[in-house]
């Protein structure tokens, strides 16, 4: 056996983390940039938090709050140049996948400021300055993955970063997922478990990510209920938080596959959430498998009675309305069959077709 297992990103969750763990934010520097979106820190209470930690720190602090949804390269660039301008000594990344996504690709052009937008995603190795990850969101697991997601506005399409920019520290607190709306909810937990059951369906999959698999998948299944039912308390949120943090370990060792990598046209074209862009694929990406084992594992790991019961679960919480071509479909299948990247990581040949196939019988059939 081979083993191959690296997670260095110090995990801490419970309610009032941060302002609890203040005096860990002083090893970080003597400035720090916070980075987020425009309005959800503001209205959960964590851009509070965190800003009362670092005046208890006695750490200087500016921000940068304009991160967009799938954040861009020219965005990234922007937030970039002010950092280096202020002088900042290291990261505090606040929200879902975007901000934190955003801060990592930041950290990288702080700490090389010779790159622009059009130089940032490279084959060159490159450090960050440090980050901290506060997710507000449960669903990217991004506060423990190396993965920064940015949208590339030339290529019209997402990108990762291709960076080892792990956080160095994740200050989870669910009770910021509580103003949460159901959508949200509901879209951000079918990205953790796209990520669950993408990283076990996997040629990178081992024991230790095997584990993480058993045990995140259970947490997931005992939010079931709630989702459906849209009664969602505090024990719930934090379940999805751990599953979805747990999610990140995984495809930080093993990477996605193939609904992540057919996801992003549906995203970036037609505007649909990341989590149910890959969600909406789902039943034809299980089917798509001829060698069924660990495919049919998933819904007894769940606590299922059958794979036609996940199904079933899928459908109801996964709603999308869609106007798509065939040609559109067409040209979504030619670029996914070209991304060796997310092909790799998929356990068996697939071909053109059944891509094409997995499109429309999602969308059109």
């Known amino acids: 056996m081979e083993l191959r297992y690296f997670m260095p990103t110090r995990v801490l969750l419970g ?9 860990r934010l002083k090893t970080f520097g ?6 987020t979106g425009r309005n959800s820190s503001r209205k959960n209470g964590s851009l509070n938090d965190v800003i009362k930690a670092l005046e208890l720190a006695n750490i200087d602090y500016v921000i940068f709050d304009e991160v967009e949804e799938n954040p861009s390269l020219e965005t990234v660039e922007k937030a970039a140049k002010k950092g280096i301008d ?20 930041i950290g990288v052009m702080i700490k090389n400021p010779h790159l622009n937008r059009d130089t940032l995603i490279t084959t060159e190795k490159l450090e960050s300055i440090d980050l901290i990850a506060v997710p507000t969101t449960s669903g990217t697991g991004t506060e423990t993955t190396h993965f920064s997601i940015v949208t590339d506005h030339k290529n019209k399409t997402k990108k990762n970063l291709g960076q080892e920019t792990f956080a160095k520290l994740a200050l989870l607190d669910p ?11 509901i879209s951000t937990a079918i990205d953790a478990l796209s990520h669950i059951v993408e990283g076990y369906l996997n ?3 081992n024991i230790v990510t095997d584990a993480l698999v ?27 938080m751990i599953s979805s943090m747990m999610a990140g370990i995984i495809i930080a060792q093993t990477g996605t596959s193939l609904p992540h990598g057919m996801g992003y046209p549906l995203t970036y ?11 909406c694929l789902y039943k034809e990406y299980l089917n798509v498998f001829k060698e069924r084992d660990r495919v049919e594992n998933i819904h007894k790991l769940m606590g299922l009675s059958s794979h036609k019961e996940l199904e079933e679960i899928l459908e109801k919480l996964i709603k999308v309305e869609i106007n798509i071509t065939k040609n559109e479909i067409e040209e979504y299948s030619k670029a996914m069959i070209e991304n060796k990247a997310k092909l790799k990581n998929h356990t068996e040949a697939i071909t053109y077709e059944e891509i094409y196939n997995i499109y429309f019988n999602s969308l059109i059939k």
């Open 15 to 23: 309610k009032g983390i941060i302002t609890k763990s203040y005096n």
């Open 175 to 185: 009770s910021y997922t509580e103003g949460m709306g159901l959508n949200t909810t």
């Open 30 to 35: 003597d400035k720090a940039f916070i980075i």
């Open 269 to 279: 074209f037609k505007d649909i959430p990341h989590g149910l862009a890959n969600g």
């Open 214 to 240: 058993e045990k995140s998948l259970k947490l997931w299944g005992e939010c079931i209920s709630s989702l459906l039912s849209g009664e969602i308390n505090y024990e719930v949120r934090e379940k999805l």
């Open 203 to 205: 040629v990178n999959a």
């Open 86 to 105: 202020e002088k900042v000594e290291f990261l505090i990344g606040i929200g879902g996948g975007s901000p934190i996504d955003a801060a990592k690709a």
